[in-house]
């Protein structure tokens, strides 16, 4: 599908990747199927998962936490573009799987963007090859994409600069999106940052137990929605 090209005056809009494009985190699955591929990496996954496990789920950490998993998918690789090569080969052999995690609302709302001129930009903790090529091979979009920076780490490959919470926003300006940013699509706390400074900040698929707090810090009649995530909170769009 084609669109028009930005206006130049056109707005920036924004769009998280996992819960919010897509079903899941597409980062977990990509490195998960990376850590299949030999029973060793699994042995070693679980032998770390008392520790890298709860330093996921807590934000201070999580960087780190992720690095040990990525670390472990993919010992042995020692430069990106093979990571990019393994990227592409789990995306032909899954593309059915990734096709359903797409979330045809979400898709329809970054088309009305597109279609309208608007400066359109996905920013992910993901790899961005892994978002780019979803969107690409899955999805026939061509949208720019800013993510996770990874390179060579200790024998293996390891996430160099994460793409969260304010740091997302650090390497969106690094990106040359330097305007104010017009819209922004987020499920996670960890984009506050993005979300706090978007005129018009959209809520899609939290967390139930997080709703009341983007009520508390975002602006009044911020619209938190469910773009057809299920198990997450937010009122269903139209």
């Known amino acids: 599908m084609s669109y028009p090209g930005p206006r130049v005056d056109a707005p920036l809009v924004v769009f998280d990747f996992d819960h919010t494009l897509y079903d899941g985190d597409s980062g ?19 032998l770390a998962a008392p520790v890298a496990g709860p330093m996921v789920a807590w ?11 990525v670390w472990i998918g993919t010992i042995g ?4 573009r093979d990571l990019d090569a393994l990227i592409d080969r789990y995306i032909e052999t899954h593309a059915q799987a990734i096709k359903a995690r797409l979330l045809p609302l979400a898709l329809d709302v970054l088309h009305k963007h597109r279609e ?7 920013a992910t903790g993901a790899p961005p090859e892994l978002a780019r090529a979803i969107l690409a091979f899955v999805a026939h ?13 200790f024998g293996a490959l390891g996430a160099l ?16 999106y330097t305007q104010p940013v017009a819209a922004a699509y987020s499920d996670s706390s960890a984009d506050l940052p993005l979300l706090q400074a978007a005129r018009k900040p959209v809520v899609v ?26 198990g997450r909170g937010g009122d269903p769009a139209a």
């Open 161 to 176: 600069r994460h793409c969260h919470h304010a740091m997302k926003m650090t390497m969106l300006r690094e990106a040359g």
């Open 28 to 46: 977990s699955h990509l490195f998960k199927w990376l850590l299949d591929r030999a029973w060793w990496r699994q042995l070693l996954a679980l």
């Open 116 to 122: 309208a001129g608007d400066r359109v930009v996905v």
């Open 205 to 230: 698929n939290p967390k139930a137990k997080r709703v009341a707090m983007f009520r508390r810090v975002l602006p009044a009649g911020t619209p938190i929605l469910n773009w057809g995530c299920p």
């Open 141 to 153: 979009e061509d949208v720019p994409v800013v993510g996770t920076l990874v390179g060579p780490k």
């Open 77 to 80: 690789i020692h430069r990106r």
């Open 59 to 69: 934000l201070p950490t999580r960087r780190a936490g992720i690095s040990v998993f």
